[in-house]
């Protein structure tokens, strides 16, 4: 009987009263210190990134809040994105505030299509194919671009702009337009070494005139300030490994149209110089 009421009590004790409350607070023991080492881990990364030290986290079971106050959208993906990248992370809950200028949409609109056609022009990196859209700060990108490099690209440059709170995402990616990429690269170069080289560059280094491709031909357009400043750009152009043709559609500021007319130059072949000394002997 005696042995009969022990073992009764030992079941009782083991689903009632047994270790489940222990293991319990084990549990909840190690998912606290996992909790601290995330939380220490992130705000060691974000303090790595001068734009993110305003950012504060807080790690409860595994899920992540971010909370604080940034200058551009950029600076808020980034965030983000560390606190995604952090292993054993469960979730992330964003509440990062952007303080950052609001404009109208078409002068936001503006701001970045300049930007995406001569921010990299230094290096002849340019999307002018690339189709901008705002409203409200919501940046709306559709087009080609050539690779996940190009695309990353844009997506940097337009998230780095004041103004944009978010962006849609509707570029599309078409490995052919590689085929004329080291001919637009030598063309931008061009066009921005020459800008500076004949001071008609802006303040900020940009060049005032576009390059255009299509299939080997370049289409140039813009404007500059006389006519010697106009022959020089489209001389080096002319010269640039690549082209086959400018059509040029590039106009003199305070010129009258006699002038414009004299100067303008449509489809002029693209002739090397050895080309030339071929043609003359």
């Given at each position: 009987?005696?042995?009969?009421?022990?073992?009764?009590?030992?079941?009782?004790?083991?689903?009632?009263?047994?270790?489940?409350?222990?293991?319990?607070a084990a549990?909840?023991?190690?998912?606290?210190?996992?909790?601290?080492d995330?939380?220490?881990?992130?705000?060691?990364?974000?303090?790595?990134?001068?734009?993110?030290?305003?950012?504060?986290?807080?790690?409860?079971?595994?899920?992540?809040?971010?909370?604080?106050?940034?200058?551009?959208?950029?600076?808020?993906?980034?965030?983000?994105?560390?606190?995604?990248?952090?292993?054993?992370?469960?979730?992330?809950?964003?509440?990062?505030?952007?303080?950052?200028?609001?404009?109208?949409?078409?002068?936001?609109?503006?701001?970045?299509?300049?930007?995406?056609?001569?921010?990299?022009?230094?290096?002849?990196?340019?999307?002018?194919?690339?189709?901008?859209?705002?409203?409200?700060?919501?940046?709306?990108?559709?087009?080609?671009?050539?690779?996940?490099?190009?695309?990353?690209?844009?997506?940097s440059?337009?998230?780095?702009?004041?103004?944009?709170?978010?962006?849609?995402?509707?570029?599309?990616?078409?490995?052919?337009?590689?085929?004329?990429?080291?001919?637009?690269?030598?063309?931008?170069?061009?066009?921005?070494?020459?800008?500076?080289?004949?001071?008609?560059?802006?303040?900020d280094?940009?060049?005032?005139?576009?390059?255009?491709?299509?299939?080997?031909?370049v289409?140039?357009?813009?404007?500059?300030?006389?006519?010697?400043?106009?022959?020089?750009?489209?001389?080096?152009?002319?010269?640039?490994?690549?082209?086959?043709?400018?059509?040029?559609?590039?106009?003199?500021?305070?010129?009258?149209?006699?002038?414009?007319?004299?100067?303008?130059?449509?489809?002029?072949?693209c002739?090397?110089?050895?080309?030339?000394?071929?043609?003359?002997?």
């Amino acid at each position: 009987m005696r042995l009969c009421k022990f073992i009764v009590f030992a079941l009782a004790l083991a689903v009632f009263g047994g270790p489940a409350p222990k293991s319990l607070a084990a549990t909840a023991s190690t998912s606290g210190y996992r909790d601290m080492d995330l939380e220490r881990t992130l705000r060691a990364a974000l303090n790595r990134n001068p734009s993110l030290g305003s950012i504060e986290s807080n790690v409860t079971h595994g899920t992540v809040t971010l909370t604080g106050e940034v200058t551009h959208y950029q600076d808020k993906l980034d965030a983000e994105s560390l606190a995604h990248q952090l292993p054993s992370v469960r979730a992330v809950q964003s509440r990062i505030t952007l303080n950052t200028a609001v404009l109208d949409d078409a002068e936001l609109e503006g701001r970045l299509e300049d930007r995406l056609r001569y921010a990299r022009a230094d290096i002849g990196l340019t999307f002018p194919q690339v189709q901008v859209g705002a409203h409200k700060g919501i940046v709306s990108l559709t087009g080609p671009v050539k690779d996940p490099v190009e695309h990353a690209s844009v997506l940097s440059l337009v998230a780095t702009t004041d103004g944009v709170f978010s962006i849609r995402d509707g570029l599309s990616i078409e490995p052919s337009l590689a085929s004329d990429e080291v001919t637009r690269a030598r063309i931008n170069k061009a066009v921005y070494r020459t800008a500076r080289a004949i001071g008609v560059a802006g303040t900020d280094g940009t060049a005032p005139v576009q390059a255009h491709f299509d299939k080997g031909s370049v289409t140039l357009m813009g404007s500059v300030a006389d006519a010697k400043a106009k022959e020089e750009l489209l001389s080096r152009i002319r010269n640039a490994d690549g082209a086959l043709s400018v059509q040029d559609e590039v106009m003199v500021r305070n010129s009258t149209p006699a002038v414009q007319e004299a100067t303008s130059r449509s489809m002029v072949p693209c002739l090397q110089n050895k080309d030339v000394a071929s043609t003359t002997q």
